[in-house]
């Protein structure tokens, strides 16, 4: 199973942008998505989740800013990012649970930089 994350570039203060994941590979479904982030010196981060298509989870920092989606008909995951802060400048990684022949697995993005800067 892997992972192909997209969107991320350079934005000013205020603007927005969406993140897409792509999912692919040999797998039955998609149990959970999330996007996580790591800055330059920090541990990644949990951004935000989708629990088994139903709840999602958003850490305190990006709430009511960032929305996370999916479509389990395209295998996509995605971040919609509004309102964006310098602070909110790191790698992004996306990451689901998936079912497949061999059990769960969690396999893992090569990220994508989103650089908040005027």
């Known amino acids: 199973v892997q992972l192909q994350a997209s969107g991320g570039g350079l934005v000013q203060p205020g603007g927005s942008l969406r993140l897409s994941c792509v999912v692919s590979g040999s797998f039955f479904s998609i149990a959970d998505m999330a996007w996580y982030r790591q800055s330059p010196g920090k541990q990644r981060e949990l951004v935000a989740t989708?629990?088994?298509?139903?709840?999602?989870k958003y850490d305190e920092s990006v709430k009511g800013r960032f929305t996370i989606s999916g479509d389990n008909a395209k295998n996509m995951v995605y971040l919609r990012m509004n309102s964006l802060k310098p602070e909110d400048t790191a790698v992004y990684y996306c990451?689901?649970?998936?079912?497949?022949?061999?059990?769960?697995?969690?396999?893992w993005g090569q990220g994508t930089q989103v650089t908040v800067s005027s």
């Open positions: 989708i629990i088994n298509g139903g709840a999602t």
């Open positions: 990451n689901v649970l998936v079912r497949s022949g061999d059990g769960y697995l969690s396999p």
